[in-house]
């Protein structure tokens, strides 16, 4: 049974519009190779098919957002590789699409399949700041599909979009490069795809400064989410089939694959231990191989966070 996700997108105004529902360090001089001066702080240049932008990234008002969008473009945030069955430890965006494009609202990507409906495997609770708000163009904020479902997808807006305010989470800002912002939320689309793929090749992060060549993305943010894999234990039945156990673990989401073969591992189920309940340390299956892949929550995640 593989698991199924609502799109990650944020909603359209209500005036009359469609829904739409709703990441390497230099070490030379970066601000040298922009066209504006890159001040001290933390930036996200994105290089895609169609020329690059760069972001601010407001890591003192939003510091998990940023610790793990930067943890992701860095690759060291470990994440869930749904498609091989494995904890992954690599660049999240390099490589992917801006899957959406909906004209004069916002571009969007961090889908690593590019359906919209995926994650790394994990969720974190909104960061809402009352003085970052979607008040322009080129304003950086998590996409969602609802409260404290943040992970991996991500949008950069094209108009003032205050209706998003206090529902996405605001953690940028893009100060040059917005004219290839624009002509991305100019190309022809159908169905808010773009017709002809627009890439977003690689997510690099500046640190400008002494203070920014500092930040740590996994120091920042010990409360998130931890990807782990996990220790199995197979045993044979008299009656057929196998058992599966693992060391269960409070607050800890486990996704378990099974497959026919070790190339050929598919997600089957979710499945959630809290203290003194234990629920889904034992299964059974024909299939001759199981990988079991753990989040960890170092707090106790919302109801949206373990769906």
Known sequence: MKETLSPMLPQRSPRGLTTLILAGLLTLAPALLHAVDLGPGLYAEFTTSMGSFTCVLHHEQTPNTVANFVGLAEGTRAWMDMEHAAVAREPFYDGITFHRVAEDFVIQSGSRDGTGTDSPGYYFPDEIVPALRHDAAGVLSMANRGADTNGAQFFVTLDATDWLDDKHTVFGRVVDGMEVVEQIGAVPTEDEVPIDPVALEQVRILRIGEAAEQYDAIAAAPLLPRVNG??????????????????????????????????????????????????????????????????????????????
């Open 230 to 307: 996990v220790e199995t234990r197979i045993s044979f039945y008299e009656e057929g089939g196998l058992g599966l156990d693992w060391e269960l673990v409070p607050r800890t989401r486990y996704m378990v694959f099974i497959g026919g073969a070790p190339d050929e591992l598919y997600p089957w189920q979710a499945f959630w231990e809290w203290p003194g309940v234990l629920f889904g340390n034992q299964l059974t299956a024909t299939e001759a191989f199981f990988t079991v892949i753990r989040v960890h929550y170092p707090e106790a995640p919302t109801d949206n966070e373990g769906s």
